[in-house]
């Protein structure tokens, strides 16, 4: 084997060929380094004198099915000028790694089309190698995102499981990359990105977000310049979570033969009327509820009405449009629709800066589902700083169905 092919196969040079073994199914070449090429790890410089040698094993870009192993006797030098007795620096690999730096590419290329366990698999490691390669490459490139060029953010909290509970996720709507992902949900879990956020010099213009008070303070509180867009998906959201009590407490007063049209219309209440399925009866079933009930028609026909409110040709048509509704909702003598108008009110002006700035939390619903493909791939994730660096590099991730 020619110190050329060392290069060009292993991308390692500046060390001489040795020898070639062969055991257990694998592929080991000895490598060695003239004194010529010692330099202290300290200084760089090369005057130094020999202090003994330990030999270290590496794992190289496979050969085929063939394991390879790379072997060097590393040299153990005092340096003349610094006066420290360090070892020489290994030139392919980084420190306290069992292999080289073309192997954990070789690895990483592996990773963008394999589950962790498959790749170790493949390449004949322990799990923990794969991960332990995924999990430096991840810290280089995302560990301190740059925060400098945002302009519009989400900020939603999102549930993974009781092993990791809540994360509360501040996504860059430009660029749909996750810039920050907190601990915890609430305006304590937000504390680490506003510092990091006012170093950076970033000018945000606006936020989109649930109407959580909480968050609301520290978006006000930090900074108070940005506006901020109620998302309208967690506005019909928390309207449907309304709806669903209002449709429990008339099942529980309805009379027993009502009580059989009530039951099982739930889902039908929270559909959209053109979601419903016609195969199944769902539309004649939800009208002959609503017709039993005239509270619950109200409420579902104001909900649907809601939904134009983001549909207006502008914010002057909306501001009437919001008005008109709120009105209508007092009007009803319903005690959840009065409740839900002056929640409405409060957060007028929230609601209609999405004229100014169209944006809502939707994004984050697609970087949801990709943590739950995440969180499947992997059967959950001990290590929480490694799964917090999966989800910043999230934006990067391809999915394709196949079959």
């Known amino acids: 084997m020619s110190t050329s092919l060392l290069y060009h196969a292993f991308s390692i040079r500046g060390y001489h060929y040795v020898r070639t073994e062969f055991a257990q199914g694998g592929v080991i070449f000895t490598i060695g380094q003239d004194s010529k090429d010692w330099r202290c790890s300290a200084c760089g410089c090369h005057q130094v004198i020999g202090r003994g040698q330990t030999e270290r094993r590496f794992r190289a870009v496979p050969i085929g099915r063939r394991p390879v192993s790379i072997v060097l ?66 810290q280089r490139r ?55 956020l006012h170093r950076s010099g970033a000018e945000i213009d606006a936020v989109a977000m649930d109407m959580s008070a909480a968050y609301l303070l520290a978006v006000q509180t930090h900074i108070p310049w940005a506006v901020v867009v109620f998302d309208h998906f967690h506005v019909i959201k928390l309207f449907n979570e309304k709806l669903t009590q209002l449709r429990r407490d008339l099942y529980h007063q309805a009379a027993e033969a009502d009580q059989e049209v009530l039951k099982g219309v739930r889902w039908l209440l929270l559909k959209n009327p053109e979601n419903l399925d016609p195969a199944r009866n769902e539309l004649a079933r939800l009208e002959k509820a609503l017709h039993l009930n005239r509270p619950l028609a109200t409420a579902y026909y104001l909900k649907e009405e809601l939904r134009q409110f983001w549909a207006q040709a502008d914010k002057a048509a909306a501001t009437a449009f919001l008005d008109s509704w709120i009105r209508r909702a007092r009007a009803s003598g319903i005690a959840l629709l009065r409740s839900f108008a002056k929640t409405l009110r409060w957060h007028e002006d929230g609601l209609l800066a999405y004229y100014d700035y169209p944006i809502s939390t939707g994004p984050m619903e697609g ?37």
């Open 142 to 196: 995302f560990a301190r995102p740059a925060l400098a060029s945002l302009k519009q953010i989400a900020i939603d909290e999102i549930y993974l499981g009781k092993r990791q509970g809540y994360v509360t996720v501040v996504l860059d709507l430009h660029s749909g990359a996750i810039v920050f992902v907190g601990q915890g949900k609430g305006a304590d879990a937000l504390e680490p990105f506003w510092k990091r």
């Open 73 to 138: 006797p590393i040299q153990r030098v005092g340096c003349l000028i610094c006066g420290v007795v360090r070892q020489v620096d290994v030139a392919f690999a980084d420190p306290r790694r069992s292999y080289t730096r073309a192997f954990e590419r070789y690895a990483l290329d592996l990773s963008k089309h394999m589950t962790i366990k498959g790749v170790a698999d493949h390449l004949g490691v322990s799990w923990d190698v794969i991960k332990d390669i995924q999990k430096r490459d991840l």
């Open 367 to 403: 970087t949801n589902n990709k943590i739950r493909a995440l969180q499947r791939q992997a059967y959950g994730f001990r290590d929480l700083e490694f799964f917090r660096l999966k989800l910043m590099a999230l934006h990067e991730a391809k999915y394709a169905l196949v079959g």
